[in-house]
């Protein structure tokens, strides 16, 4: 059974562009969910993809923006970097449904994003 | 709203003493709640669930719905649970099922 795997690892930009992260699910799972960790804080909630379908916000602006594929991976893209914006990126993939095992959260690596 | 408090930031105790890493949440449904743990160098990972009701790694952890806790305990800590522990809440609030509320974590460190 693969993990949740994420990359880039690391990531430096500068303020202004814009970054897509990516996510691969843990075989099995049909939801992804991203979380913003800064330095020193517990992951905060960014969105949550179920089917290809936003299903679900935090308190994050427009300029976050994400995407589902069929086969359950995940892009999160950031537009306009602010220099707030560097922090760790979690991707976490579940599978939604009742009984044992699901809406279990399994989380990547992250992505270590340095908005200069 | 969500919202899930760990009051220590830090916490050392020596091995074989005992451990508690606080939690408490707020919640106005039915919440479930969960640790996770992170190991230096490692992903975060799933310790306990409250629904499993299960002991993971020595560890245990009783829902109070009265006094909106969740704290985990460990009679006899050893060096290997030094950690950074977060605690979380799921619920279905703000339209995504089972989005996770984390506390801010608690770093534990067991001396030798």
């Known amino acids: 059974e693969t993990g949740v795997t994420q990359s880039p690892t690391h990531l430096i930009k500068t303020r202004g562009q814009q970054v897509t992260l990516r996510c691969s699910s843990q075989?099995?799972?049909?939801?992804v969910s991203w979380y913003q960790q800064a330095l020193g804080q517990g992951p905060q909630f960014i969105f949550q993809?179920?089917?290809?379908?936003?299903?679900g916000r935090g308190n994050f602006p427009p300029r976050f923006s994400g995407l589902q594929f069929p086969n359950y991976s995940s892009e999160l893209n950031v537009n306009a970097l602010e220099l707030d914006d560097s922090a760790l990126y979690l991707c976490?993939?579940?599978?939604?449904?009742?009984?044992?095992?699901?809406?279990?959260?399994?989380f990547g690596a992250g992505t270590r994003l340095s908005v200069l | 709203a969500q919202r899930v408090t760990q009051p220590e930031k830090l916490l050392s105790v020596f091995k074989g003493a005992p451990v508690e890493l606080k939690c408490n949440y707020s919640y106005s449904g039915s919440p479930e709640l969960f640790w996770y743990v992170q190991y230096s160098r490692q992903r975060l990972q799933l310790l306990l669930r409250?629904?499993s009701r299960e002991s993971i790694k020595g560890f245990t952890a009783d829902l109070n719905k009265g006094e909106t806790s969740f704290h985990l305990k460990k009679p006899f800590a050893q060096e290997e649970d030094s950690a950074m522990y977060y605690c979380?809440?799921?619920?279905?609030?703000?339209?995504?099922?089972?989005?996770?509320?984390f506390g801010k974590g608690t770093l534990l460190t067991v001396n030798p």
């Open positions: 976490a993939s579940s599978a939604a449904g009742v009984g044992v095992g699901k809406n279990i959260q399994y």
């Open positions: 075989s099995g799972h049909n939801t």
């Open positions: 979380a809440l799921s619920g279905n609030s703000g339209g995504s099922n089972y989005k996770l509320t």
């Open positions: 993809y179920y089917r290809e379908e936003e299903n």
């Open positions: 409250h629904i």
